[in-house]
């Protein structure tokens, strides 16, 4: 199927990139683009039809939607990528502006070039025509559960494999002082976005069209008007994203762009209102946000809004999004490359100690151009945050100069220092070698070994575990991220700790204490303690662990139930992960006894990876797992899985 699926997927995109893209000059309405002169053009039955939703569009919008704006769009970022507003008299100098003055649909598939300097770019309507092109096809070879998303354009068909209807979220814009720091630069990508609203959308579509997309200077953004040839500008009142539901994909995506040239959110809202459930558009319910923070719907909209459901995945989101993670910003350098140094937040930063070294490891995401630099380098150095730089944490990504970071709480103070730019007032810098850049798809896991530390401002000697000063005081100023919220570890450190575990100068366990569990090929249950659990993405839930073969510190070799129990996860591929309650972390420090021996602790370990949570004492919830990667290190591995599953205790004290 998956062939199949992929094999129907390529021929769609390749007929719409032989039919409307503006970026292939032999594409059909490039061909039209070119024409010089008035005569009939035959158009094809896909062109035909698009162009009706084009047609049909403009005069539903009252001409707010126009695909002729095209030359404008080229000439406002032309200037504005010198740093200059087009005047009006240079904007109404350019010719072949308006759908009505220059085009004409006539029967028979004929479209007749009223202005020869008219130009159509489809841009504006032809994803989500897409989207619906796709869903038609895969019904048409006997799919009845499809979810089709291509940039913020929905359509859906049947249900989830859960059973459930399909749900999608639509995105809350980022503020202002973001929108124009984080776009001012276009080597600085999108931050994540908040959540406002989770839609049921079986059976229907969702289109978006929102100013955070394509920023410009000056808070100028990639829709313009083509009434007044003004490219709408970002601002404390304006609007910002509007979202349209529907049954035809291509017809909301049009309106969702319509809806941003209004500088009025009430006259939009009296705009939808108009068009708004009529059955000869399908359109049946509108979002409106603006810029301070307004939400204008449709009323009855809500009749679509559902609360977070109670299904698996968003357990798992909210399991994961609860997992402590320690702040860092990574910084790397690239003398081949300008700027030379770089900057970002991990909030997965996983620290683990050997033997004979220390490792760590955290995630990125594969559009930062952090990737891009760090796979450039042999090294680079973690900022471990304290809880005064919170702020600093949160969203970084910025240059680095010899003396300041240039961020938008700015400037911070710095130093290079080994070849890296540090933040000074770091709780400690850790300068590492890289190993290896895992590519997990959406993100990748970097895997480095400490080669140096300085501790505060203080650098410490080659290969040393601390000073003294790392006391467990110290440790409470260190950032950690947990839901959505910033703490200090001291918040989160529990007050007594086991006497067995090791002093090191940073707790290796940042995560909670969790048991692996599997069933070896004779059927006898195995489990194991699983270190620095640390969630790399929640969408996909992705997690990372330690997985060593003796915590006890023994030198005599893995144990061989180590062995059978990871040759079982590498074979079987699914297992367990037991997120234990805080009454029983201190006891499961140094879970490795196959033997049954530590009775009170077995009882933890199921006889298969499918089991019910409640039946299990001291178990808050389990996640079922895919391994999807792991990493040798010598001494053990670090597992990255991804999670497919989750049940909870029944006692929500857990």
């Not at 707010?64 to 100098?93: C, H, M, N, Q, Y």
Request: proline share 6%.
């Amino acid at each position: 199927e998956k062939e199949e699926i992929q094999e129907i997927i390529r021929r769609v995109f390749t007929e719409i990139y032989d039919h409307f893209s503006n970026y292939n000059p032999n594409s059909e309405i490039e061909k039209i683009n070119r024409c010089s002169t008035s005569d009939p053009i035959k158009l094809t039955k896909q062109m035909a039809t698009l162009l009706k939703y084009v047609d049909d569009c403009v005069t539903m919008s009252l001409g707010r939607f126009d695909p002729t704006v095209g030359k404008l769009r080229k000439k406002w970022k032309t200037e504005l990528d010198s740093g200059k507003i087009p005047s009006a008299d240079e904007l109404e100098a350019i010719p072949g502006i308006g759908w009505r003055l220059g085009i004409s649909l006539e029967q028979g598939g004929i479209l007749r070039k009223l202005d020869t300097s008219a130009e159509i770019d489809l841009g504006g309507i032809a994803k989500g025509y897409t989207t619906d092109i796709l869903v038609e096809r895969l019904k048409a070879a006997g799919y009845g559960n499809i979810y089709v998303d291509w940039g913020s354009e929905i359509r859906s068909l049947g249900q989830h494999p859960d059973g459930r209807s399909w749900n999608t979220a639509i995105a809350q814009p980022p503020k202002l002082s973001e929108l124009f720091h984080k776009f001012s630069d276009k080597e600085i990508e999108m931050p994540a976005l908040s959540v406002i609203s989770r839609l049921s959308v079986s059976g229907q579509c969702l289109a978006t069209s929102g100013d955070y997309f394509q920023i410009e200077k000056f808070g100028y953004h990639h829709v313009i008007d083509p009434r007044t040839r003004q490219s709408m500008q970002a601002g404390t009142k304006s609007i910002s994203s509007v979202s349209v539901l529907g049954n035809n994909t291509a017809v909301c995506d049009a309106l969702a762009t319509a809806g941003l040239t209004f500088t009025d959110p009430q006259e939009c809202q009296r705009f939808f209102d108009k068009i708004c459930g009529k059955p000869s558009n399908g359109i049946k319910a509108y979002w409106i946000y603006t810029r301070s923070g307004d939400l204008i719907r449709k009323p009855g909209f809500s009749e679509f809004e559902q609360v977070p459901p109670k299904f698996p995945y968003f357990l798992m989101r909210k399991i994961l999004g609860n997992i402590p993670r320690m702040v860092s910003v990574v910084t790397c350098h690239r003398s081949d490359l300008t700027p030379q140094h770089l900057g970002m937040t991990a909030s997965s930063c996983m620290i683990e100690e050997l033997s004979d070294r220390i490792i760590v490891s955290f995630n990125i995401t594969n559009l930062s151009h952090m990737g891009f630099y760090l796979k450039g380098c042999q090294s680079f150095c973690i900022n471990i945050l304290g809880k005064s730089q919170s702020e600093i944490g949160e969203h970084f990504s910025g240059k680095f100069t010899e003396e300041v970071i240039q961020d938008q709480f700015g400037e911070i103070p710095c130093e290079l220092i080994d070849g890296h730019m540090t933040i000074l007032k770091s709780w400690k810098i850790l300068h590492c070698n890289l190993l290896r850049i895992v590519d997990l798809g959406e993100n990748s896991l970097v895997v480095g070994e400490i080669r140096t530390k300085s501790h505060r401002n203080l650098k410490i000697s080659e290969g040393a575990l601390g000073t003294p000063e790392s006391s467990q005081e110290d440790m409470r100023d260190v950032l950690v991220y947990s839901n959505r919220n910033y703490y200090s570890l001291g918040d989160l450190l529990p007050s007594r700790r086991n006497p067995n575990y090791p002093k090191t100068w940073i707790p290796s366990s940042l995560g909670p204490v969790t048991l692996l569990t599997s069933a070896t090929r004779d059927g006898n249950p195995m489990g194991m303690t699983a270190h620095c659990l640390s969630a790399l993405s929640l969408d996909p839930p992705t997690l990372c662990f330690y997985f060593h073969p003796d915590f006890s510190g023994n030198s005599g070799g893995p144990p061989e139930h180590f062995s059978n129990l990871f040759k079982d996860m590498e074979k079987k591929r699914v297992f367990a992960i037991l997120m234990l309650n805080k009454s029983q972390e201190l006891q499961a420090e140094w879970f490795d006894d196959p033997n049954g021996a530590n009775t009170e602790l077995f009882m933890y370990v199921p006889m298969h990876p499918r089991y019910k949570v409640p039946d299990l004492p001291g178990v808050a919830s389990a996640l079922h797992c895919v391994l999807h990667y792991h990493v040798s290190l010598g001494e053990g591995s670090l597992i990255v899985v991804n999670v497919i599953d989750v049940e909870c205790a029944k006692d929500p004290s857990l």
